[in-house]
């Protein structure tokens, strides 16, 4: 069993955590209805009413909440409680339309600071941690997200957010950083400028990783670990419904833990809007069952994930989420084949010789589909004859053809030519004009 921020919570019987989230949707559902017309007017649309949902089952009875919702009604439309109680405001950039704006109460920063502590105790973080905080400051949420909650555990909380990351690396050696929070390409940044400044690895302290607001795969966290040495922890959130620490995953590594005290999650089948069973994959759906000031109820999140409802080694009793697969609307459809970017990054990493820095260019001509996917070498491979780098590009295209059923060209190209991001990585260049 692990250590715990919060044992009595994290660890309650499945029963104790019905019972908990009833009673909170049951209280959530009320307040909405009463101090949020769109919900209200959703609501009666459907005939249902409060007193309709009586336990945390009844949440199938409860209309969907979409991005556009908020959209509609920005910026502040869907907040609950008035602006006097609102403390802080978030957005989301938003690929496109308007940014999705979010606020909180100081109970909601509590709620957060609290779910931020469990989700660091979960990777090992204590007073003792120097805990460099690497994402984006500002209206993105991981910055002051992961900030709060580290402060709350009562480490040495270093802000530095994203950006100059020769610098970052000099704070990470003089000030002892132990636990880098930031998303999972800047950590490879930083892994790469570390190398490039000519620091050993192991002189450093650094124990602990919390890596995520982007998808990842698996070969992604052991190529960080390995060029970091440290253990790699992915921590899922969205900030719709809070920001960072919606879920983690503990020491075992076999899902995200989902704080289901606060967010009651559900799988639903994208099409047709039905929930579906335990361990199969769907589109994740959060409510928001304690919050203030932006209580959303049955989020569509768009992320494909499935759900295990079965006690962790670790003792924890929360439900876990498998590991974003990709989202129901970044998939890219090629010639009609379904592909997600992460299928590509993890037939990268599976081939190796290259680093995993890659962009993926989809375009059409003359109707037809075409996509490029242009990797960057390990400099060894690069400095070799062609023939290698032409093998290398041989085996990568049969990989993509076998995995994803359809053919890419691929082209291999100098170390340091892909751009670096500091914050989420753009890996898509979508070009076609449907
Ligand atoms: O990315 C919040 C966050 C900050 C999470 C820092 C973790 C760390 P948004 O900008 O609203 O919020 O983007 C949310 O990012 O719906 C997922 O598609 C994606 N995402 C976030 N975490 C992960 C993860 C923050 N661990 C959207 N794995 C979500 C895969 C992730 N995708």
New binding site residues.
């Given amino acids: 069993m692990s250590k715990m921020w919060n044992e009595k919570v994290e660890s309650m019987s499945r029963d104790e955590i019905f019972a908990v989230q009833s009673e909170n949707l049951r209280q959530t559902v009320k307040r909405v209805y009463e101090n949020v017309p769109f919900y209200r007017a959703k609501m009666d649309k459907e005939g249902v009413l409060p007193g309709d949902i009586k336990d945390a089952a009844d949440i199938v009875k409860l209309p969907y909440t979409y991005k556009q919702d908020l959209r509609d009604t920005y910026p502040f439309g869907l907040f609950a409680v008035p602006m006097d109680e609102v403390v802080r405001i978030h957005a989301?950039s938003g690929t496109t339309g308007k940014q999705t704006v979010v606020g909180y109460t100081r109970k909601d920063l509590d709620t957060w600071s609290e779910i931020v502590a469990r989700c660091l105790t979960m990777a090992g973080a204590n007073k003792s941690s120097v805990v460099q905080v690497s994402?984006g400051y500002g209206l993105?949420?991981?910055g002051l997200?992961?900030h709060s909650g580290a402060e709350k555990v009562g480490a040495t909380v270093v802000p530095t957010s994203t950006g100059n990351t020769a610098r970052q690396v000099t704070v990470m050696q003089d000030f002892g950083t132990t636990v880098l929070c930031c998303t999972p390409s800047y950590a490879l940044f930083i892994a790469e400028t570390i190398e490039q400044m000519g620091i050993d690895k192991n002189a450093l302290k650094l124990k602990t990783g919390i890596f995520?607001?982007?998808?990842?795969t698996e070969p992604m966290r052991a190529e960080i670990e390995r060029r970091l040495g440290i253990s790699a922890h992915?921590?899922?959130?969205?900030?719709?419904v809070m920001?960072?620490g919606v879920s983690m995953d503990c020491e075992y590594k076999n899902g995200l833990h989902i704080w289901e005290d606060h967010f009651l999650p559900e799988i639903i089948n994208p099409e047709t809007g039905e929930q579906m069973g335990d361990k199969e994959n769907g589109e994740l759906v959060f409510s928001c069952i304690t919050k203030e000031a932006l209580p959303l109820l049955r989020y569509r999140?768009?992320?494909v994930s499935s759900l295990d409802r079965s006690t962790c080694a670790c003792g924890r009793s929360h439900a876990r989420m498998a590991?974003?697969s990709g989202?129901t609307d970044d998939m890219l459809i090629i010639r009609g084949v379904n592909v997600f970017p992460s299928q590509i990054e993890s037939v990268l990493l599976d081939v190796g010789d290259t680093s995993p820095h890659y962009m993926i260019y989809v375009d059409r001509k003359d109707n037809l589909d075409i996509m490029e996917v242009q990797i960057e070498v390990s400099d060894s491979v690069f400095s070799d004859k062609v023939r290698t780098l032409e093998d290398l590009g041989g085996k990568i295209r049969s990989r993509l053809d076998s995995v994803l059923g359809i053919s890419a060209k691929v082209r291999l190209v100098e170390p340091g030519t892909i751009p670096r991001s500091e914050g989420k990585a753009k890996r898509v260049i979508d070009k076609r004009v449907l």
């Fill in positions: 989301s994402y993105f949420t991981g997200g992961a995520g607001a982007e998808p990842w992915d921590i899922y959130g969205l900030s719709e920001g960072p999140t768009h992320d590991k974003p989202r």
